[in-house]
């Protein structure tokens, strides 16, 4: 359900043209339902990858509605959805495309809305879906101050039950507009904890962070606005007995790179009395091993600035996690954070990696083999979980057929120094 890995930066980390990326890595739906995931806050429905009545390709996203509450679009659109993960930037435009029909004439609703508590929402817009297959297109723009950890839904909870919807060719593409405030502001969006906004769940603190620790519990976590380190609000873990290991205590920030683009990460932070930490990103589930970065500090009882280049992009898209390992602190002893940003690295001239998504190409699984139709020559890499390359071949026009033990890899296309296309697949 996840996409992931960080690999051969050395080959590629000199391009520095980068075409539009598409950030529904899976809107085709030919890896069958890989990184959807479905809403059911009243009511059930049924989502399956299509055969039978494609829109486009050899699948669609075909959803049944099994039960419902209706009383109408107006109340009862949010209670059943599917939702595609992604970061958004503040004032960033996006392009939004999809291809739809149904069963008979309907309404359904498209949002893009936070993953955290208020679960704030911009770009809401009602469509007319018909019998026929139509292609959707909208420039929505975020508008609401904040970015980070957001997704973008389809929403059909006042449906009846036995509407049937299909769903292909989903894009979403950020039009090039970006500015200061977007490079400065980047993936977090309370890096620097003002905002007043509570959180559901008992892991969570304030807007949008969340908390881990080891059992027994080794830190009590608290938004402080009695001694902050930067303006109003800072972050302070307290820890409540020895710490053991760093990991055993952590603030989590959840966002999703983009493919091929470094970063760059800032913050502030002191403690009571000298203590290392270590920031971490890695890929959010189910590996939890691909790391984006490793990095040590030594924080001391003089607030200190921090900032590092993050030379490892990724080349799938995924939900990522920014962690910072609290654990060391002694029994009584507190540290602080402040002004966390995340944003990425000259994003116009940087160095990038040239991803396409070539609709001209297929890649699927079949009989612990590799298929993939292709209108072009290219040369094909597969990588494990753990990065390795596992193959490299060339591709000829037409159907191409590569033996694979199963498993799950990350399979892609290259050619002229250009990811056509890459996708992870699991081999059968």
């Given at each position: 359900?996840k996409?992931k890995?960080?690999?051969?930066m050395?080959l590629?980390?000199s391009?520095n043209i980068i075409?539009?990326?598409?950030?529904v890595?899976n809107g085709t739906?030919e890896?069958?339902l890989?990184?959807?995931?479905?809403?059911?806050?009243?009511?059930t429905?049924s989502?399956?990858?299509?055969?039978?009545?494609?829109?486009?390709g050899?699948k669609?996203g075909l959803?049944t509605?099994?039960?419902s509450?209706?009383?109408g679009?107006?109340?009862d659109?949010?209670?059943?959805g599917?939702?595609?993960?992604?970061s958004t930037?503040?004032?960033?435009t996006y392009?939004?495309r999809?291809?739809a029909r149904?069963?008979?004439?309907?309404?359904l609703?498209?949002?893009?809305?936070?993953?955290?508590?208020?679960y704030?929402?911009?770009?809401?817009?009602?469509?007319?879906i018909?019998?026929?297959?139509?292609?959707?297109?909208?420039?929505?723009t975020?508008?609401k101050?904040?970015?980070?950890?957001?997704?973008?839904?389809?929403?059909?909870?006042?449906l009846a039950?036995?509407?049937?919807?299909?769903?292909?060719?989903?894009s979403?593409?950020?039009t090039?507009?970006?500015t200061t405030?977007q490079l400065t502001?980047?993936?977090?969006?309370?890096?620097?904890?003002?905002a007043?906004?509570?959180n559901?769940?008992?892991?969570?603190?304030a807007?949008?962070?969340?908390?881990?620790n080891?059992?027994?519990?080794?830190?009590?976590f608290?938004?402080?606005?009695?001694t902050?380190?930067?303006?109003?609000?800072?972050?302070?873990?307290t820890a409540?007995?020895?710490?053991?290991a760093?990991?055993h205590?952590q603030i989590i920030w959840?966002f999703?790179p983009?493919?091929g683009?470094?970063?760059s990460l800032?913050?502030?932070a002191?403690?009571?009395?000298?203590?290392?930490?270590?920031v971490e990103?890695i890929d959010?589930w189910?590996?939890?091993d691909n790391?984006?970065?490793?990095l040590?500090?030594d924080?001391?009882?003089?607030v200190?600035?921090?900032?590092?280049d993050?030379?490892t992009?990724v080349?799938?898209y995924?939900?990522?996690?920014?962690i910072?390992w609290?654990?060391?602190?002694?029994a009584?002893k507190s540290?602080w954070l402040?002004d966390?940003k995340?944003?990425?690295t000259?994003?116009?001239?940087?160095?990038?990696y040239v991803?396409e998504?070539d609709?001209?190409?297929?890649?699927?699984?079949?009989?612990?083999?590799i298929?993939?139709?292709?209108d072009?020559?290219?040369s094909?890499?597969v990588?494990?979980?753990?990065?390795?390359?596992?193959?490299?071949?060339?591709l000829?026009?037409?159907?191409?057929?590569?033996p694979?033990p199963k498993g799950?890899?990350?399979v892609?296309?290259n050619?002229?120094?250009?990811i056509?296309?890459s996708?992870?697949l699991?081999?059968?």
């Amino acid at each position: 359900m996840k996409r992931k890995l960080l690999f051969f930066m050395a080959l590629l980390v000199s391009i520095n043209i980068i075409s539009a990326i598409n950030f529904v890595s899976n809107g085709t739906f030919e890896n069958d339902l890989d990184g959807w995931s479905q809403i059911e806050n009243e009511g059930t429905h049924s989502f399956v990858s299509d055969a039978t009545l494609p829109l486009g390709g050899s699948k669609s996203g075909l959803i049944t509605i099994l039960t419902s509450t209706t009383n109408g679009l107006i109340g009862d659109n949010y209670k059943q959805g599917l939702r595609w993960r992604m970061s958004t930037i503040r004032n960033a435009t996006y392009k939004v495309r999809f291809k739809a029909r149904a069963s008979k004439e309907i309404q359904l609703v498209t949002m893009f809305q936070q993953n955290f508590a208020p679960y704030n929402g911009f770009g809401e817009n009602e469509w007319t879906i018909t019998t026929s297959a139509q292609n959707y297109e909208i420039d929505i723009t975020n508008d609401k101050g904040v970015g980070g950890d957001w997704c973008f839904i389809f929403y059909y909870g006042h449906l009846a039950a036995g509407d049937k919807l299909w769903i292909d060719d989903v894009s979403i593409e950020e039009t090039p507009n970006q500015t200061t405030t977007q490079l400065t502001d980047g993936n977090i969006c309370n890096g620097d904890f003002e905002a007043n906004i509570a959180n559901s769940g008992a892991d969570l603190i304030a807007g949008g962070w969340r908390t881990f620790n080891a059992d027994p519990a080794r830190t009590t976590f608290a938004i402080d606005n009695a001694t902050p380190i930067s303006g109003t609000k800072s972050f302070k873990g307290t820890a409540i007995q020895e710490g053991t290991a760093g990991w055993h205590s952590q603030i989590i920030w959840n966002f999703c790179p983009v493919v091929g683009q470094l970063y760059s990460l800032e913050f502030k932070a002191k403690a009571s009395e000298n203590v290392g930490i270590v920031v971490e990103s890695i890929d959010d589930w189910p590996v939890r091993d691909n790391a984006m970065c490793y990095l040590t500090y030594d924080i001391t009882p003089s607030v200190q600035s921090f900032k590092a280049d993050i030379s490892t992009p990724v080349t799938e898209y995924d939900t990522y996690t920014l962690i910072f390992w609290l654990g060391n602190l002694k029994a009584g002893k507190s540290i602080w954070l402040d002004d966390i940003k995340l944003y990425l690295t000259n994003p116009n001239t940087g160095a990038k990696y040239v991803v396409e998504d070539d609709m001209g190409m297929n890649i699927k699984s079949l009989n612990e083999s590799i298929l993939i139709q292709s209108d072009k020559s290219a040369s094909i890499n597969v990588f494990d979980m753990k990065g390795r390359l596992i193959l490299k071949q060339q591709l000829e026009k037409g159907e191409n057929r590569f033996p694979c033990p199963k498993g799950i890899y990350v399979v892609q296309i290259n050619s002229s120094n250009k990811i056509l296309k890459s996708t992870k697949l699991s081999v059968q």
